[in-house]
């Protein structure tokens, strides 16, 4: 007498056929949609800070002040209008107006409005080298080395006047602000949160230290991203902003200066290793998943629909393509467990890898940033 075949046998192995097809096929995906490639490149000197709006590129450096390029060809940049206004360490654009953050002269204003024909509208300084600006509404928030974070009234744009400050004796080098709260990239702390509810008199109320060379910050939903030139890239919980914790981290021994969030993926600028993409869908355990490197140091970065615009010292603005990306949202490499319970048994199939929402369509660089550097 034969014995009696299990009605779940052909169920079983289709279920095991799908997921073999599924991971191994996969991975040849993630080979082929993650590859970076250069397409671009517009030459100037000691370029630092990059903001790309309605295919416009704005960008600031250390020599030539602020730029403005047109970059709807992405493969042949061209310069539409320049303003030398010294030493510009970042840039935020908003209505027309551009808003920058001059190491040695403090805030500069400037409408950009015609693109062609940049004029300043005014300027703020109070004395210390100035790194970072943040714009929100009429309030532009800037940290200096010497005065740490100073908070500008710029409701009327010819006359910005100061009314708070935070300073604590530091050397903070990059701001976010996210509600009521100022995220601080401290050098010699880390980060450094303070509320920001009352413009008049912030306060410190958290902070982590995870060691020496912090420089920029992002927060998306209660997730912080901290940038580092020595630790990489720290992810930290602030669901809790008086006791912020790590989650994880990501350090190939690089200096990383800054990062753009997009969906699941970091984009990392490291001054001597490039353009590096990382998966972060899990924050505890972030895996880098493509980059690239033609030399040089790298300072920003911008990520607008399938381009990367990337700052470097010393061959400028260079525009990167990530091909097809709209289609492949994240490959996160990863081992799966997958319980599959029947009658009288349980299948259980390990290891492979697997792509993770990797079939959400015109999703990734396709979503509308609010606020520019992945902010």
Request: hydrophobic share 40%; aromatic share 10%.
């Amino acid at each position: 007498m034969n014995p009696t075949k299990s009605p779940y046998k052909n169920l079983l192995l289709m279920i095991m056929f799908f997921f073999m097809v599924f991971l191994y096929g996969n991975i040849v995906l993630a080979n082929k949609y993650l590859n970076p490639q250069k397409i671009g490149e517009f030459k100037t000197l000691f370029a630092w800070d990059v903001v790309v709006i309605d295919d416009i590129a704005y960008v600031g450096g250390t020599e030539e002040g602020l730029q403005i390029i047109d970059v709807s060809d992405p493969r042949n940049p061209t310069e539409l209008g320049h303003l030398d206004l010294g030493v510009t360490h970042s840039i935020d654009v908003l209505d027309g107006v551009a808003y920058l953050a001059n190491y040695f002269s403090g805030l500069q204003i400037v409408n950009v409005s015609n693109p062609l024909s940049p004029i300043k509208i005014s300027d703020f300084y109070d004395g210390g080298h100035v790194s970072d600006v943040f714009t929100v509404g009429d309030l532009v928030y800037l940290v200096s080395l010497e005065n740490g974070l100073e908070i500008i009234n710029c409701s009327d744009i010819r006359h910005p006047i100061k009314i708070g400050e935070y300073n604590d004796g530091g050397s903070p080098n990059g701001v976010f602000i996210k509600g009521d709260l100022a995220y601080i990239a401290e050098y010699h702390a880390g980060l450094e949160i303070v509320n920001i509810s009352d413009p008049f008199n912030p306060s410190e109320i958290g902070g982590c230290f995870n060691g020496e060379g912090a420089y920029s910050v992002k927060v998306i939903d209660n997730i912080a991203y901290l940038c580092y030139s020595s630790n990489g890239l720290e992810i930290l919980n602030v669901s809790d902003p008086t006791l912020p914790t790590t989650l994880g981290s990501f350090n190939n021994g690089g200096i990383v200066y800054f990062a753009f969030i997009l969906d699941d993926l970091a984009f990392l600028s490291d001054d001597n290793d490039g353009l590096e993409i990382v998966n972060i869908s899990d924050p505890t355990n972030p895996r880098k998943i493509s980059g690239f490197n033609d030399g040089g140091h790298t300072r920003n970065l911008f990520v607008d629909n399938n381009f990367v615009f990337l700052t470097d010292f010393d061959d400028g603005l260079e525009i990167i393509e990530l091909s097809n990306v709209p289609t492949i949202q994240n490959f996160v490499p990863t081992e799966i467990v997958i319980t599959i319970a029947i009658p009288c048994s349980i299948l259980v199939i390990t290891g492979g890898y697997f792509m993770y929402r990797h079939l959400k369509k015109n999703t990734l660089l396709k979503k509308k940033v609010h606020k520019i550097r992945g902010k």
